[in-house]
């Protein structure tokens, strides 16, 4: 039977005790799994990968990873949270959060070496994702030397060099041109048939065949309105439409103006 890593019950979130984040939320995640959470801003999505990442705790409800709580006391159990750290792995949506070292060969190795890894064991990590990503040209260049695009590929490789068993990912296509995308979904999606769980939180619609088996719609409320498989809710344009998840689209026919929804579709070809 497939192991559940992660299992949220009735979680919730506020900042400063004030704003609620995330509301009630219920979720399972199975091993070797794929799942994407998509919403309009502000729905959570952000917030349940800090949660998933221990980055934050829930004030109400429970969330379990591994077996264990993930709650303030956490911290207290230095050998759980050391193995927390090399089994789940976050990409932030802004990769500057991620890369502070002098030189993208720093910035991938910092994870290995953080975790207590043999230096041997590092170096091989990290040749593995270089070669993976393509990034063996960039090594030497400092972060912000870099597009948007090879400063994604750089953050997603830092966490890949941990090797973790579960990949956070929040908007890892974001603002990329479609050959940078077709990339990181080919990356993604080869992790994943090694074993590695998928979380992805996107609003990128047309991902989500590739990267999910499950989706996850997060409404207003800062919950789960709606679980199933991708193209059930990619073919439901009423309900994208009704949660802010296509976009509206005015078209001069004549001299009407005619408005209707559509989404942003790149086609992908492999």
Same mark, same amino acid.
């Given at each position: 039977? *497939? ?12 900042y400063?005790? /004030? ?11 199975? !091993? ?10 502000g ?12 980055? %934050? ?17 956490m &911290?207290?159990?230095?050998? +759980?949270?050391? *193995?927390?750290?090399? $089994? ?8 500057? %959060?991620?890369? +502070? ?9 910092f994870?290995?070496? &953080?975790?207590?890894? $043999?230096?041997?064991? *590092? *170096? =091989?990590? &990290? ?13 030497? /260049? ?7 695009g090879? =400063?994604? =590929?750089v ?7 941990? !090797? ?22 080919? %990356? ?35 919950? %789960? ?20 998840l296509?976009?509206?689209? $005015?078209?001069?026919? =004549? ?16």
């Amino acid at each position: 039977m *497939a192991n559940i890593l992660f299992e949220l019950k009735q979680a919730g979130y506020s900042y400063f005790g /004030r704003f609620p984040a995330l509301c009630s939320v219920d979720l399972t995640i199975m !091993q070797g799994s794929k799942t994407a959470v998509i919403g309009a801003n502000g729905t959570g999505k952000s917030t349940l990968l800090s949660m998933l990442d221990a980055l %934050i705790f829930p004030d109400q409800g429970s969330v379990k990873a591994f077996g264990m709580p993930l709650d303030d006391k956490m &911290q207290e159990n230095s050998d +759980f949270t050391m *193995a927390f750290r090399r $089994r789940v792995g976050l990409v932030f949506q802004n990769p500057d %959060i991620q890369l +502070f070292c002098p030189t993208v060969r720093d910035d991938i190795m910092f994870g290995p070496l &953080q975790l207590r890894m $043999r230096d041997s064991e *590092a *170096a =091989k990590r &990290q040749d593995k994702v270089v070669t993976e990503l393509k990034l063996a040209s960039l090594l030497d /260049r400092s972060p912000y030397q870099l597009s948007i695009g090879e =400063k994604k =590929k750089v953050a997603i490789a830092s966490v890949l060099a941990i !090797q973790p068993e579960v990949l956070l990912l929040d908007e890892p296509t974001a603002g990329l041109d479609p050959q940078t995308t077709r990339d990181i979904i080919d %990356i993604l999606v080869s992790e994943n048939l090694s074993g590695t769980t998928l979380v992805t939180a996107t609003h990128d619609l047309h991902i989500i065949e590739e990267i999910a088996d499950t989706v996850h719609v997060f409404g207003l409320g800062k919950n %789960i309105i709606r679980s199933a498989p991708p193209e059930e809710v990619l073919s439901d344009r009423t309900f994208l439409q009704a949660h802010n998840l296509v976009h509206i689209h $005015r078209h001069r026919h =004549k001299d009407a103006g005619v408005s209707h929804a559509h989404q942003h579709d790149v086609k992908h070809h492999h």
